[in-house]
């Protein structure tokens, strides 16, 4: 090992200065001048060392040159370094800027939902005036019976108004809590970027004022030289900025999906903070106790579904929120339900299969309930051959569409008179299953057993929605909020049901967004029910499953 030359007053001779270097490194061994780097062993050696020592197979080098090419490595690095110190200095700066875009982007929709709900609540507000005028005016006309209606009516309206407020500040204080649950995950995300890339930026600096110090001495930089060169290396492989920095994009671009989407559904005000595509996670599973081959027939409220028997035709309306089922309707043989939907908070329409036709109309495929589900009237439309199922739905203006299978002809029909107000006509192709109304005024229409169609009220074709993956069972229902499609289908391969999100152009945007398994109690295939809050209703066949959608980075 090699150490400091002695000096005269240690009584060995003094050794000279080589070639411009106050050297004075000696062997501690021999301790003569150090004049070789041995590269087998990866030590420096004086003359001695190498005549007895060192001997082939080591390769010598002059201990000169090893010190020139050390220092000529740290310098030739030197730039790299400072280049990529730089793209970390860059890197903190988008830093900053991604979190304040993000930052004035969540305000900006904290502010359009203060306005969107000081208008509403305005709003609610406004019609409880206007509607106690026109009580007051229609009162002034029979004094006695009037008052007593009048009051009656302002009462009702008083309470409904009530009502109204009161959902309208829930759901403003579950939007702005879901905005600070956003806020949260982009602000703790950017927190540890900006950890990973502060804690790179401390090694760089502790590199540099390593290569500092062994450059001070030229037995250091030969024996660390080595392994600062390595770390250096494996910094440099690391490449932490462009890691720090794509995620640094990812965040900006999800934040950016972020938006607040609002729409009346079927009469009622629903609102909620949507746009990006999360995680879907499993939040309750609701037994279905009394039916005995479930199959989920619709959603007539946000947390009312519909649950046909199959076995013997009878129908449930499960309550997910208190988790209660309760026979509403006993199956008779000739009938079972296909469909349904809510027209309004006081009117349910179902679609029926029957299998006694007696003319050229289809009576009673069609009948409207009132929330108690008793019979308000039955709605007929004309009968064209093709098969005995009548499925139905409600558009964004309260009409009802009905369409027979395999029959090309969509009735839109007023559900105040049963009176048909348009035919739509589809060109080339029949109704297979399943007719779902979008909010843009289109129709999603299942076509074929694996194929859905996109139409206009014209009838024409905009898309057609399928995918080798799905099976010949596929259900399909929109989200009338955003009007994203949510196709359910059998996974052979994964022996399971899954959801597929598709946009209403036909774009699959995310596979088996939820996956379930299929129960033995029942062998059909229930669609998967979006709701106006935006969560996800499934059904194994057993058990209704909610799902809600969670913002992840």
Not at 64 to 78: A, P, T, Y
Not at 357 to 383: A, E, F, H, N
Not at 465 to 494: E, F, M, N
């Amino acid at each position: 090992m090699a150490s400091k030359f002695p000096t005269n007053e240690e009584g060995n001779a003094k050794l000279r200065t080589r070639k411009g270097h106050d050297m004075t490194w000696s062997c501690d061994k021999h301790g003569e001048p150090i004049t070789f780097y041995c590269k087998q062993h990866k030590i420096p050696i004086c003359h001695k060392c190498a005549t007895k020592d060192h001997q082939k197979p080591c390769q010598l080098g002059d201990i000169e040159d090893v010190i020139f090419e050390r220092r000529k490595n740290l310098k030739e690095r030197e730039p790299l370094m400072e280049e990529t110190k730089l793209l970390h200095q860059k890197v903190e700066s988008k830093i900053n800027a991604v979190s304040s875009s993000s930052i004035k982007h969540l305000q900006t929709i904290n502010k359009k939902l203060q306005k969107t709900f000081r208008d509403k609540l305005k709003d609610v507000k406004e019609r409880e005036v206007n509607m106690i005028k026109v009580i007051n005016e229609e009162a002034d006309e029979e004094i006695r019976k009037i008052n007593e209606k009048r009051e009656k009516r302002i009462k009702d309206c008083n309470i409904d108004s009530e009502k109204k407020l009161i959902n309208i500040k829930n759901l403003e204080t579950k939007l702005f809590s879901d905005t600070k649950t956003i806020s949260d995950v982009v602000n703790k995300k950017i927190n540890e970027l900006t950890n990973k890339n502060r804690h790179a930026l401390n090694i760089m600096k502790n590199i540099e004022s390593t290569i500092t110090r062994i450059n001070q001495h030229d037995e250091t930089l030969v024996n660390e030289a080595p392994q600062v060169l390595a770390s250096i290396d494996e910094t440099l492989r690391l490449n932490v900025h462009q890691d720090v920095s794509v995620s640094l994009d990812r965040i900006q671009s999800e934040t950016e999906r972020v938006k607040s989407v609002e729409e009346e559904v079927d009469g009622e005000y629903f609102g909620r903070i949507d746009g990006y595509i999360g995680r879907w996670e499993l939040v309750k599973s609701v037994h279905i106790p009394p039916v005995v081959e479930p199959w989920v027939r619709g959603l007539i409220s946000d947390d009312e579904i519909c649950v046909a028997d199959e076995k013997n035709n009878d129908m449930y309306v499960t309550n997910i929120n208190t988790q209660h089922t309760q026979k509403v309707i006993d199956g008779v043989s000739n009938m079972y339900f296909t469909s349904c939907a809510p027209i309004n908070s006081n009117v349910i329409v179902c679609g029926k299969w029957r299998c006694d036709w007696k003319c050229d109309m289809l009576d009673g495929c069609i009948t409207l309930y009132d929330r108690q589900w008793k019979v308000i009237r039955d709605i007929s439309i004309p009968r064209n051959g093709g098969g005995n199922s009548v499925y139905v739905d409600v558009d964004r203006d309260g009409m009802i569409l009905a369409a027979q299978t395999c029959q090309s002809n969509i009735y839109l029909t007023n559900p105040d008179n049963g009176k048909i107000v348009n035919t739509i006509t589809m060109h080339g192709k029949k109704v297979w299953g399943e007719i779902r109304a979008l909010s843009s005024g289109d129709l999603v229409v299942q076509t074929t057993r694996k194929e859905f169609t996109v139409i206009p009220r014209s009838g024409g074709e905009k898309a057609v929605i399928h995918c080798s993956k799905w099976d010949s069972s596929s259900q399909c229902h929109v989200d009338k909020l955003t009007d994203a499609l949510y196709i359910t289908h059998w996974d052979g391969p994964r022996k399971n049901y899954a959801v597929d999100q598709v946009s209403r152009d036909g774009i699959i945007h995310v596979r088996r967004i939820v996956e379930y398994a299929r129960s033995d109690r029942s062998p059909w295939l229930s669609s998967c029910l979006a709701t106006p809050s935006g969560n996800l209703v499934g059904c194994d066949g057993d058990k209704l499953l909610l799902y809600k959608k969670a913002f992840v980075l």
